[in-house]
């Protein structure tokens, strides 16, 4: 089976971005050993909602093992605006014509 990557994406709120910086940091951190390349912090491109966040990671491991390490780390909502959004995907060839 391919590798998985998963993403979890949230808004930050105004004027926390440093703190939401530091705890991505702690989690990327906290599973480094189990991906197949380092993480990768990302936001939208668009400056109206550059408050969207997304953190990728590219397991080796099993991307469930790697969600649920990251959901049992302790964390701080109140730079966040809302929960974490979880998302996993698999590569696949398409068809050939």
Do not use: N
């Not at 093992?65 to 049992?72: E, R």
């Amino acid at each position: 089976m391919a590798r998985a990557h998963l993403y979890i994406y949230f808004k930050v709120r105004a004027g926390q971005e440093a703190a939401a910086q530091r705890l991505a940091a702690a989690r990327f951190d906290a599973v480094r050993a189990l991906l197949a390349a380092p993480p990768v912090l990302l936001h939208r491109a668009d400056p109206a909602r550059a408050v969207t966040w997304m953190e990728s990671y590219d397991c080796a491991a099993p991307p469930e093992s790697v969600a649920g390490i990251l959901a049992g780390l302790s964390d701080d909502p109140g730079c966040r605006d809302g929960d974490r959004h979880v998302e996993i995907f698999i590569p696949f060839e398409p068809p050939t014509p």
